[in-house]
């Protein structure tokens, strides 16, 4: 009787998340295959319910290619099998998974998506490929977009396929400029430079040149103590390297320490926490913020957070690291005994357009947590994303129920950012958000409620 409630509450809360579900963001991939690239496929594969895949394509950079075996030598490229095993080893996790969350695809469904780009030689755009036809046939298709094209390593794959719709489909040029949308992480050739931004500049580009390097490489040197906790031995090996299942148990490591995960922040950007990032690139979100290259320009490089340009990343860290830990939970236990993500619910409006002086109500009591688990509550004012350039008083901040005073000196279209974070009172505790936005009003100085 027990399993059998067990199924039909998980068949209840997965029929009313598909009800409740938006549309999940379509990408694509392009990886080099470096380290840090496969340690971030580890972590893409877990969370493979949250996009639309629509393609994972193997690519160069400057700092990887193939090689032709003729007069283009290789340059320590790994062998594209190296994506095929992690496929295998997460077919052996799927039917756990997918007993958690709805929407994991197939292995084989997987299989169908990997294709090779222009992996020859480091910026190499000339030679269409299988990967770029790829990109070219879903940015042409009849499904609504944006799509979001990952640039783990050289946007050469990218550029390629730009330019066969430049050459072959001049007629939707500006249709695609609308679709696509690159998330380039350190811009590691010069295709982009050289051919995407002079031809293409009405595309959306998020430019993460050096704000990936929170989570890469040099990750100590950027990491306050109590986050730095979270990603060295102790912590990796008790909740992803052992007993996690074969997939998490391929996760690399040094001496059972976090690498890096460079590329990570490409497809977190567009994990659906609440956070509303896919919104406007100044936002911010589990993959950062980011800012206006300049006024007449569609770049936008990270942006800081006060002076920092790595806390746009870091200030979701324990909560995108824990949230990783659950989905380790997910590949070997049961429903049951693991934990899920709570559902943070504001009654109301999410955007609010508000008076002068006016009082703003914040309640979160309708949020809830698959697990049954007591939920906390904190209440913040995001004011890197604001354009409001001061603080607001925000009134019981850690209660269900908050709320705070427009302030009297804002300015008509001024915003206002309020964070609310939801998290499970668990072994792992898990956070999600829901981001409100006041917006000023042309009126007269409103009363308080």
Known sequence: ??????????????????????PRPRIIVTTDGETDDQCSMVRF?????????????????????????????RHKWTNESWLDRQINLYEKVYPNLSKHAPGFPTAEDLRKLVYTGNVENVGEMEKITPG????????????????????????????????????????????????????????????????????????????SRRQFGSIAYAWHRFMQPQVK???VSEWMRANILKDHGPLCAAYKSRGGNFISEGDSP????????????????????????????????????GAKDGDDLNE???RWAIAFQNDWAARADWCVEPYERANHPPVAKVQGNLDIAASLGQKIN???????????????????????ADTYPDQVTIADTTDA????????????????????????????????????????????RHAND
Not at 420 to 425: F, H, I, N, S
């Open 229 to 231: 906790q979270y990603f």
């Open 266 to 301: 490409a497809y977190m950007h567009q994990i659906d926490v609440g956070l509303r990032s896919l919104e406007h690139p100044t936002f911010g979100g589990w993959g950062g913020r980011f800012a206006r290259l300049n006024e007449k320009s569609n770049v936008w490089p």
């Open 45 to 73: 594969l877990m969370y493979a319910n949250m996009w639309n895949i629509e393609g994972i394509i193997h690519s160069s950079s400057k700092f990887h290619w193939k090689g032709n075996g003729k007069d283009i030598p």
């Open 401 to 444: 129920e908050a709320s705070f005073q427009v302030p009297s000196d804002i300015e008509p279209g001024q915003t206002i950012h309020i964070i609310l974070e939801v998290t499970d009172k668990a072994t792992l505790p898990l956070t999600r958000y829901a981001r409100i936005i006041v917006t000023a009003q042309e009126s007269k």
């Open 1 to 22: 009787m027990k399993s059998f409630t067990s199924l039909a509450l998980l068949l209840c809360l997965v029929s009313s998340t598909l009800a409740d579900e938006p």
């Open 362 to 384: 914040l309640d979160a009591t309708g949020s809830t947590d698959p697990d049954g688990n007591e939920l906390t509550f904190k209440w913040w004012q995001y004011s890197d």
């Open 132 to 207: 770029s036809q790829r990109i070219v046939e879903v940015l042409l298709d009849d499904e609504p977009g944006p799509v979001y094209l990952q640039a783990w390593g050289g946007t050469n794959t990218i550029a390629r396929a730009l330019k066969t719709v430049q050459q072959q489909h001049p007629d939707q040029i500006t249709r695609v400029s609308k679709k696509a949308i690159i998330y380039i992480i350190l811009d590691q050739d010069k295709t982009f430079n050289q051919y995407i931004k002079p031809n293409w500049p009405e595309i959306q580009v998020l430019y």
């Open 312 to 314: 746009p990343i870091l």
